[in-house]
């Protein structure tokens, strides 16, 4: 299954090009142009990745952040960040983002960073799951 | 933390100029010379005053005492004589005296004595001088009429003014009156006045002192060593009776002294003179060598007062100097600062359309890339698309770095015709998109057609700039708001406004606000620079500065600039 991507960033154009790439590489990306679009369409739709813009008119980027994660914790950030707002990217790794790039970046830089991210939420998930096995096996007196 | 983006400080008034420091040292020198020196010649003097009084009462008492003691030695002359004269005529009788060669007999016994008795004769009753003994021939004379026989008469004795008898010798006369079986007569005897002279001149102290005797009348009755001794005062007569008085007149640099006293039943008066400059002479020397001391001191305090005010003002100088440049230092990395942090939201800027131009062109990239069977159609027609987004965001990139050449370009100091309103908005349009991204918008309500006005465009530049930029941290903090930055035409001059919704002022820094390194913000967040500089920007510029707290909240900094601009050519940076 095609891990789920979703971009948020203000500036259209960047999510559309954005999209569309990451489309070309096997994943299956929505486009969102704000934190609180971004929050609506995650409701509906639970997400493995989010490129998150921290910089963003209304609610920014650190701000959606602390709602996705305690929305639904095991899905994974990776911030996007300008030069002037690095401290917001570090702050947002410590409220759980995964990792964070500097805009503009290398898009197989990108791609890798969603991966490796996407390899861990499956990697929790897992080991979620086999705690439910055991705990069910404990359960029943195996 | 309320109003936090505010920073705070009063950059330094320009310079002291060089008549401040003259006028300062004036002062400090004027003062210290006064206060140090006031208090000598008020003791110098308190002593030389308390010394003078206590010489003056010597003198005094010593002159008072001699002229006593002549006084006495005189009367006690007279009254011997007197005496002498009274005790023959009552041990004889008018016929006994009569009889030949007893007159002179007792003239002769009286020469004996050294009394400087000259002759003796008698009177009888009706003035006949019925006997006569001496060296002149008075026999006969009849002194009925003279005043000295009335006045023995009346009185009971008499004692004559001197008078210089027939050999030039001052003598006097001494009468007294014997009565008699109902009847009187007089015995009179003239008497050498040399005793007496003697008595009054030994009262002569010194080279230049005097006594002499006169009358009611200034008739000499022992005449003055020197005439000019002597005054004429009427109220020399008016002396006291029974005391000794003394007064002190200065001839010259002399000090005089004069004592008065009534001799012979108050018809003499002795006046005994002296000079006692020789008893102030130490005085003097003293009050000489107290002015010497003085105007010595007054040399050494004032050239050390002198030398130490230059040396302290001229430290200060150099001081406020140091401080100047270091101000000026500040000020300059200020500014440096703040432009270096606007290059950075300009950087920022520039990544959103160039981060659209890195994907775009990697996705045309990945279009070329596809393989046949897998290009859709319309695959050119994106491809272009993709290009024309790709020139234009290069396009949005050249307006940003334009943007920020043009403002950059401007950061060279003159004085010229500004308009303010021109450079309120270039501003604005620097920060508008900064703070739109954290929900702050800038309102602008310009006045319109404001005039221009003298003033250095660049130097606004960084105070607005300053202004907005801690608005818009201020409001940041508080997660958005509104900032209005007004313009008005106002007595002579454009008055801005730049006023926020945010948390405001806290009264407790309000008095600091445009104190030098005073910043509410974190450590290494703000130097505390930003308003002292802005500060004193407005002030060389001629204008005012400064904050308002409308009640409703929210802080409110006004900026007045005279059309005019500054009063004088101040050297900018």
Known sequence: ?142 | MARTAVEKGVLREPSHTQGYYSALKQKIIVITVLVALIPVPLVAGSFVKYYQTYIRGAVIRELSNLANNRKEAIELFLQERTMLLRTLAYSHSLPSLAEPGRLASIHELLQHQNAGFVDVGIIDSRGRHIAYAGPYDLLGKNYSGSKWFQETIQNGFHVSDTFLGFRNVPHMVIAVKREEGGSFWVLRATVDAANFYQLVGSARTGASGDAFVINRHFDFQVPPRFMEHVRKEPRLLDAPLTATAVTQYDVADKKIFQAVTWLNNGRWLLVVREDSSAEFFSLESAKRIATLVFIFGLLIISATVVLITNKLVQRLEIHEAGTEILHEQLAQTTRLASLGKFAAGVAHEINNPLAIIAESAGWVGELLDMPEEKKKEGQEEEIKTCLIDIKNQVFRCKEITQRLLGFARKYESKLAATDVNGVLAEVIEFLYKGASVRNINIHSDFYDNLPLITSDMSQLQQVFLNLLDNALYALNQKGGGNVTVRTRWEDEGVLVTVSDDGPGVPAAVRDRLFDPFFTTKPVGKGTGLGLSICYGIITKLGGRLWAEYPPEGGAVFKIYLPEAGPEKEVATR
């Open chain 1, 1 to 142: 299954m095609k891990p789920k991507v979703l971009i948020v960033d203000d500036e259209e154009k960047f999510v559309e090009y954005l999209r569309k790439r990451l489309e070309n590489r096997d994943l299956a990306v929505t486009g969102a142009h704000s934190g609180e679009q971004a929050l609506e369409i995650m409701a509906e739709h639970p997400q493995d990745v989010v490129v998150l813009d921290v910089l963003m008119p209304g609610m920014d980027g650190v701000a959606t952040l602390r709602e996705i994660k305690s929305r639904q914790p095991l899905t994974e950030v990776v911030m996007l960040t300008g030069h002037a707002s690095v401290e917001s990217a570090i702050d947002g790794m410590k409220l759980g983002a995964y990792d964070y790039l500097m805009k503009p970046c290398e898009t197989d830089d990108l791609v890798d960073k969603i991966r490796s991210a996407h390899a861990r939420k499956a990697e929790q998930e897992e080991r979620i799951q086999q705690a439910r096995i055991k705990e069910l096996a404990t359960r029943r007196g195996f």
